[in-house]
């Protein structure tokens, strides 16, 4: 009798794109009662990029699709997951309007909305599809267009958010590349990260309780990275590097310092990125790649945090086969 071979996910290819349009702290001086030093020592950002009049949460996650499938031979494609708190509308779902630019039909696509969470949620799906063999090739998107969710009249949020989109191209394989995943929830903490009209009847905008938001984004952030490592058999000195959320450069010196890890096992985009939600952990993920900072069979744990309140972990093993921008 002949054993069936165990099926993996594998990544296979990575991609991102940024917009052009750039929003400096200089920027921002001129809009809000702020100044480059109060946002630098309060976030670690400098510089975020803003989508153009016309360039949506799907148009974005499509371009990196078409770099990652060029990266990879366009090999068929059988689901496209989408993450994103700030798709194009309501309905349809942001990943059949990607789909659609793509130009492909007939196979599954829908969103996942864990916020900036998002993410490690959507890799624990697709995932789950090609370990569950309805899936052999599958397009993880994770693409924001924040700046459409925020109010530049609050200076609190306005300084955080940028816009950005990445793709990442999962394969079926014997070789495991993600060996552990963790989620969480807590609707309890729902009300500290909202999108809600101000008290005055403005726009609906991103509102956030940011003393609450620090406290338990760190918290959560250490428990995921002793908890991908231990179940991925790694144990906290077996990591390589840790893939953060990037939500704000203060926490992650906290969780360094909490953990007792140096800062340089942590990869920070979020000076020239801001927080881009689901998007900012592929994100990283691509520029560290490209930058030559990730090895083959590097251990990595892309932690998140985000409003729900949700969190989560993935452990993932690197190899020097993945095509990258």
């Not at 959507?122 to 925020?150: D, F, N, P, W």
């Not at 452990?315 to 921008?325: N, T, Y």
Request: net charge negative.
């Amino acid at each position: 009798m002949t054993s069936r071979t165990e099926t993996h996910p594998a990544l296979l290819g990575i991609a991102s794109v940024l917009p052009e349009r750039v929003l400096t702290n200089a920027d921002l001086e001129r809009m809000v009662e702020t100044s480059d030093q109060w946002i630098t020592e309060r976030t670690g950002i400098k510089v975020r990029h803003l989508a153009g009049e016309k360039e949506t949460a799907s148009l974005l996650g499509a371009r990196a699709c078409e770099k990652v499938l060029d990266l990879c031979g366009a090999p068929d494609v059988d689901l496209i997951v989408t993450t994103t708190c700030s798709g194009d509308t309501l309905v349809p779902p942001t990943a059949c309007l990607i789909q659609r630019h793509l130009g492909m039909k007939g196979f599954p696509a829908f969103d996942v909305n864990a916020a900036c969470s998002g993410f490690v949620y959507g890799m624990a799906t697709a995932a789950s599809y090609i370990r569950s063999g309805l899936a052999k090739h599958v397009l993880l998107v994770s693409t924001e267009v924040m700046s459409s969710l925020i109010d530049y009249e609050d200076r609190s949020t306005c300084i955080l958010f940028g816009d950005g989109a990445a793709a990442i191209l999962l394969g079926a394989s014997e070789e495991n590349a993600v060996p552990s995943i963790i989620l969480g929830a807590n609707g309890q903490d729902a009300h500290h990260i909202v999108y809600e009209e101000k008290p005055t009847g403005k726009s609906p905008a991103v509102r956030m309780n940011g003393r609450e938001t620090y406290r338990t984004a760190v918290d959560k952030m250490c428990a995921m990275i002793d908890g991908v490592a231990e179940e991925a058999g790694w144990g906290r000195e077996g990591i390589d590097l840790i893939v953060p959320h990037q939500a704000n450069y203060r926490i992650m010196e906290a969780v360094a310092q909490r953990m007792g890890l140096p800062l340089d096992r942590m990869v920070s985009v979020i000076d020239h990125m801001g927080n881009t939600s689901s998007a900012s952990i592929p994100l990283a993920l691509d520029e560290a790649a490209r930058l030559g900072k990730l090895h083959d069979g590097d251990r990595l744990a892309c932690v998140a945090f985000g409003a729900g309140a949700t969190w989560g972990g993935v452990g993932l093993q690197w190899s020097g086969s993945c095509r990258h921008s």
